[in-house]
């Protein structure tokens, strides 16, 4: 030690001295760009390095060597290193040193200066551990407790020791358990932070090891205090965390659950008892408590089917055995029709998923699913649609090796039969399952059900099991081993022809998902027959109708044709062809814009070049095609720039064009816009394809990019061609283009300086021109001086004499700077820029400018999503994933946000509180400095009483943000004791009180021990007790708001008494309710009225809607007390529902929300007079009402009507289960039980005939007047929706005629069906003469809604009336001619390209004609024989 004592302060010699002096500036660490630029291998050979200088110490056979580790706190510098740097090193470097910390704590075990270092790291570990947002060491801390518990330098003792002691019960009787419940729920909450999940999961094994004492390193202290807990210790923790966050499952499923689940299942048995296990039906119970979870529930039953611990079975109950937990089938199969969302995912996954892919699937699971995917298909939830397509995908990989399997096993000796019908089974449930996804593109499908069956059948297409589908199509899973041993033929001439009917479909996704099944079919064998018939037809609407989405569609079927002449070598050109009709419409329209407006629309054939070009990027190089491009794009511009250029505010037109019948400002600004749009679209794709036009044509397209987005003033416009604009400057990406630019950016400051003109808030397009260059650059040279640029440019003097503060050129220098923070490509460079920014953003919002404040704001809150990494609404408040920001190392911040808060209470009254809103987010996201707390809780409080009520909130939520748990309660007992002036700054101190009772409420959520904890009860009781005391003194009496506050704050307050006291039924708080006292007078009068004396009450809708609920209210309470009879509440009730019944009406006074609601409320009436004779009329109209409700577009209607309607399958006897079903489902049982209750009521058999075939008692408008009133293409630009986007006229049709097909003939009204029989005679008549006359085929008549739902009334009425002629019901017309009429429209269709759905009804219908025909003569055979044989 002497030795290097001398060595380290050995004196320099005059020669070192003097070339110290002359050399000192070469020994002062500067920070270069070098020095930041560090590679991997560089930072690899450090941390090897540093490895060995650890190992190299500890193995030194000289004790004071040794000794540096700890007397010079080598050690710790080395772990703060890890800690600090391990996010920047390969894995394996990081492990490395850690197994060389714990190699020097494992030789110095003796050592007490270990001993210390030890413990100090174990009490910052679980601070850490108990930190409530992520760190830049958060994954590193994990990583290092996970390390030292499984070497055993920490003992789980350890651990419980220091959470004691940082929680601050250590000296206090609190059980080991608690303790170790609470560390493995603060070990469980990282896991949805970040990317922590997998690392989360192995640190909670080495702690369950270490908890039930079977480390593979032997026992440790303390295991065997926590080896005899009964249960799950891991229980309760789990039930919290997604007790806190229930809608953020995924990562537990993912990492947790296999986890704990797979250590035992004795305990995964004893986890689920709480949640309802043993009930009669798995999940189907509503549950009472408060802390269990229904998503933990179904989470925990899809990871437990996964890891085989669950297992579907044809029993009634649920049994658990040695080995895993039996469901019965028919609990899942009604989880997965429930009402609730995840439920049916759960019901879905526990149907599909096994840990075994070859398991097969058994014939009741697979009737089961055959129930279940059609409600699944057209479900409204985009979550519960993308849950669809990967079950659908598993279904599939499932079916294919468990049929590979069967079909290996059958070729054996001992093959049982069984294993051949498990095949049978597959295959036929494949079959179903193909004409179930062709029916659902029917044209009158929704949305929901179109995509959801092309996504689907594009999964089965690629799945492998057609076989003229090339292996090049095939999916990732489909490219394995196994193949399937059958194949199914999927595309014909019906579905090819659907398919080309989609591509002309309203939504995009459709489009795509439906070019993307006819891609694959053309690549292979499809033919040009259907597609030449589509194309002029699509080409036709979409020169009538300018629409983007005909153009889109036309486009689409153009670049399968130059697929399939590609492929067919046929010598066609499609590339010139578009080109010359490009050239043809630009002429027309240099000549009369008006008629090219109106007759050929430019941007169809643009995106057709564009899509043409993609899937042959080598036809650009033919000829002089990119030439002829760039002419016909330059003519485009030339043609848009007039209108595009217009310097108009923002969503505005210019007013100079005429508007004319012909061509409005609308019109003109659409055609304008949408030709630029696809111009630009088409130039991207020309430059990202290989091969790349020639240098000089690249050229040409920067100098047009540049150009448009420099004069453009349409958003959407600028919008677009800024991202062919960065296309653009990619081309001069190499260092080799510096000089290229270079040029470019000082044309771009060029014409920010001069862009005085510019009238647009955020500066058009020269904030994209500058980002595209700035990103193209490989350093940031040019980006440095551009921020310099533009913050000198953003700080000039405001000239006096400024006319327009939207022309400023501080403006736009400053729309500049914040697009450039906020550019992803820019993210890396820019961070060095952020402060001069923040300071920039700072001094601008204090200008007296409007537009330069609008802009500082702006700039501002980039800044703050840059330092947050967030892009969040500012109404939100802070998640425990986001990152907080420490003000300690931005104090200019902190300056600038206390600025904003007394600038804003300075300026209320003048309306300037632009910045409170992200200066108020920011406090919620941020670290505070303990000196700096008081002075800013005490603006934020300010702020509470200010007018706008949205200040209010959002300060109030801000306020609580800042308060440390510590001081709740007196800080509570202060907004409510403090005197207010003013109700805004009383309604904000309530606020405030509001929030800290929701935070206390979540705090006592996450307790394990919340009904244990006795200061946690105290703290509660002092609450209720402040609450109680403010409400007895009248705080907040006098102002509707505040009552209603003060009010929310008692209701709060029993909610949390609840939970720390749950078998009391009262909080020991005063029973003043005064708050909420509400008198019903009034509203017990109007219910007491009858229709025709409330009428003279009505004012407006909501005195309308306020009857209707009332009234329901006053007939179910008079049911339950019985004060009338049932002869005076029943015509009331017919009074009350035809009230109902009127408001489905578009002119009705009611609103179908209030109908649901009253619907609600008639529980009790409806099970006491369902099941009288004089009542059956009013259960049929209250079913019919029920079924329109349900099949209502707005989604919250259609729940609560399938509520009630589920009560009425319950009264019935037709719906056991004790949970909802969805709508679709419970309507078609609703439809199932009518007919069943009612099968010779008159009035259902008229309710069903005029839905199914729109026939009533005055007859039916003829087929051949509906079809030339739907003859014809659409000439509308801008398409109205119809009304219901949810209904589907074809399956009400269906629906409504299957009623009458089970409903007894006597039923039928004669009139009726003598109008039927003439109808159904003309419009076989008419449809067959239309197809003989038009034909069909893609985009033919049946294509649209209209027609092919009046194909199938028609139909299916042929049909219900040859039914009825095998009952023996005569009928106004001959059968005969009835079947001759369906096969000659039958061989009419397939000569003419029918649609496949009619084919197949059709097909349907005459063969059990002829069926039934042939069986009558049978029987009469028969009968003449036995006669004879009498004789």
Known sequence: MNGIAETEYALLTEAELRDLARHVKQHIPTLTEQDDEITVVHRVAAWNALCALTDQILASSNANVRDLLWARDLWARVLRLYLQQSHNARPKSSKQLLSSLTDVVRRSKDDDRAIVAVQDLCNELVLGLCAADVQTDSKASLLLLKHMLQKDIFSLTDLEKSYAQLVGSAECDVPFTDHVKMLLFRTLQWASRGDLGSLVAQLLTVMLDKVEGISPAGPTKGASRVGTVSGPIWAGPLSLVLGCDPDNTLPYEAHIFPVLFSRSLAKFVAFLQPLGLHSSEVGAQRFESENVNEELLYSALKSGKALGLVEIVDDSATTVTSERVHLPLNSVAELASSDSRSARKAGLSLLITSHSVTRPLTASTLKCLRRTLPHMHSDTDAECRSELYSAVQQLLDRLRASSAVCARDTGTAFAQNGTIQTLRYSQSFLKWYLRFLIGELRPT???????????????????????????????????????????????????????????????????????????????????????????????????????????????????????????????????????????????????????????????????????????????????????????????????????????????????????????????????????????????????????????????????????????????????????????????????????????????????????????????????????????????????????????????????????????????????????????????????????????????????????????????????????????????????????????????????????????????????????????????????????????????????????????????????????????????????????????????????????????????????????????????VLQASESVDRAAENGLGQHCPFTQAAMGELQFTCKRIWSLVSPNTEVAPMAKSTTSFSVSFTSSTELGSRSLVDALEHFHNAPDADQWLETRAIFLNSHIASEERSLSEVVPATAEWLSACQSAL??????????????????????????????????????????????????????????????????????????????????????????????????????????????????????????????????????????????????????????????????????????????????????????????????????????????????????????????????????????????????AVGERSAMNCLWTTELQTIAEHAAVARVENVAALVRSIHRSLHVK
């Open 445 to 1019: 499908a929704s949305y929901q059900s179109h995509i959801s069956a092309l996504k689907c059948f594009l999964m089965l297409l690629r799945s492998g099991i057609d076989s003229a589908v090339g292996t090049e199509h095939w999916s990732k899973s489909a490219m394995g081993n196994t193949r399937w041993p059958y194949y199914l033929k999927m595309m014909s001439k019906g579905t090819e022809r659907m398919l080309l009917d989609l591509l002309m479909d309203s939504f995009d996704d459709v489009r795509q998902a439906a070019a993307a099944i006819l891609d694959i079919h053309y690549a292979t064998e499809g033919s040009a027959e259907m597609l030449s018939i589509a194309l002029p037809r699509a080409t036709k609407m979409m020169l009538a109708s300018g629409r983007a989405d005909h153009a889109d569609g036309v486009a689409l079927i153009h670049a399968l044709d130059s697929m399939l002449a590609t492929r067919d070598g046929s010598g066609l050109d499609p590339m010139a062809r578009l080109l010359a009709m490009a050239e043809d419409i630009l002429e027309t329209a240099s000549e009369d814009l008006n008629k090219a407006i109106n007759e050929y629309p430019l941007h169809g054939i643009l995106t057709s070049l564009r899509y043409v070009l993609l899937r042959h990027p080598a036809a650009v190089k033919e000829e002089n095609r990119a030439e002829r491009l760039h002419r016909v794009l330059q003519s485009v511009w030339k043609l848009v720039a007039p209108t595009l250029c217009e310097d108009a505010p923002e969503g505005h037109t210019t007013d100079e064009t005429d508007e004319t019948p012909d061509s409005s400002s609308k019109v003109l600004l659409s055609y304008c816009w949408r030709a630029l749009k696809e111009a630009s679209l088409l130039v991207g794709a020309m430059l990202s394809s290989t091969p790349r036009p020639s240098g000089m044509i690249c050229h040409k397209f920067q100098h047009l990019c540049f150009n448009q987005l420099a004069t453009l003033r349409h958003r959407g416009a600028f919008s677009t061609v800024s991202q062919t604009w960065t296309i653009c400057c990619s081309l001069t990406g190499t260092q080799d283009d510096e000089a290229n630019r270079t040029g470019w950016y000082q044309r771009v400051m060029t014409v920010l300086q001069a862009s005085h003109a510019i009238n647009t808030r955020r500066s058009a397009g020269l904030p994209s021109l500058l980002c595209g260059v700035l990103a193209s650059a490989p350093s940031d040279r040019l980006l440095n001086i551009a921020i310099n640029d533009l913050d000198m440019i953003s700080r000039r003097p405001l000239q006096p004499d400024s006319s327009q503060e939207g022309s400023l050129v501080q403006v736009h220098a400053m729309n500049c700077m914040k697009d450039v923070i906020k550019h992803t490509k820019l993210a890396e460079q820019s961070e060095r820029h952020v402060p001069t920014a923040l300071r920039l953003a700072a001094d601008s919002i204090q200008s007296p400018a409007w537009a330069i404040r609008n802009c500082g704001l702006m700039l501002f809150r980039a800044v703050i999503d840059r330092l947050l990494g967030t892009n969040d609404a500012y109404i939100n408040d802070t998640t425990s994933s986001s990152p907080l920001l420490d003000f300690g190392q931005h104090s200019d911040l902190l300056n600038l946000i206390m600025g904003l808060l007394s600038a804003n209470g300075e300026k209320t009254n003048t309306g300037r509180t632009e910045g409170v809103f992200p200066a108020l987010q920011l406090l919620q996201r941020a670290r505070m400095p303990l000196e700096q707390q008081h002075d800013v809780r005490e603006a934020v409080l300010a702020l509470t009483q200010d007018a706008s009520w949205h200040i209010r909130d959002k300060a109030a939520r801000t306020y609580v943000s800042l308060v440390a748990t510590d001081e709740r309660i007196d800080t509570l007992q202060t907004l409510l004791e403090t005197l207010s002036n003013g109700y805004n700054a009383l309604h904000g101190r309530l606020l405030c009180a509001k929030y800290l009772l929701r935070k206390l409420q979540a705090h006592v959520r996450a307790s394990p021990n919340a009904t244990t904890d006795s200061s946690l009860y105290e703290e």
């Open 1145 to 1386: 009406r578009d002119d009705s006074i009611y609103s179908r929300e209030a109908v649901v609601r009253g619907l609600e409320k008639l529980q009790r009436l409806w099970a006491t007079v369902w099941h009288l004779d004089a009542a059956q009329p009013l259960s049929q109209s209250l079913c019919v009402l029920l079924y329109d409700l349900m099949n209502d577009d707005d989604e919250d209607i259609r729940i609560g009507a399938a509520k009630t309607a589920v009560e009425i399958l319950r009264i019935c006897g037709e719906h056991s289960g004790r949970h909802g079903l969805v709508p679709l489902v419970a309507g078609q049982r609703l439809v199932r039980m009518m007919v069943r209750i009612w099968p010779a009521s008159r009035d259902l058999a008229g309710v069903a005939m005029a839905r199914a075939f729109g026939i009533d008692r005055k007859g039916a408008t003829s087929v051949a007047s509906r079809m030339k009133r739907t003859h014809g293409q659409s000439t509308e630009l801008f398409a109205e929706e119809k009304q219901n986007l949810y209904i589907d006229e074809a399956r009400e049709v269906r629906v409504w005629s299957r009623v009458l097909m089970q409903m007894l003939p006597s039923a039928i009204p004669k009139a009726l069906l003598q109008h039927l029989c003439l109808w159904v005679a003309q419009g076989l008549n008419a449809l067959t003469a239309h197809l003989k006359q038009h034909g069909d085929g893609p985009l033919g008549a049946s294509t649209k809604a209209e027609i092919f739902s009046l194909g199938l009334q028609v139909m299916y009425s042929a049909e219900w009336l040859l039914h009825l002629a095998e009952t023996g019901m005569r009928l106004f017309v001959r059968p005969s001619e009835l079947r001759g009429w369906l096969v000659e429209m039958l």
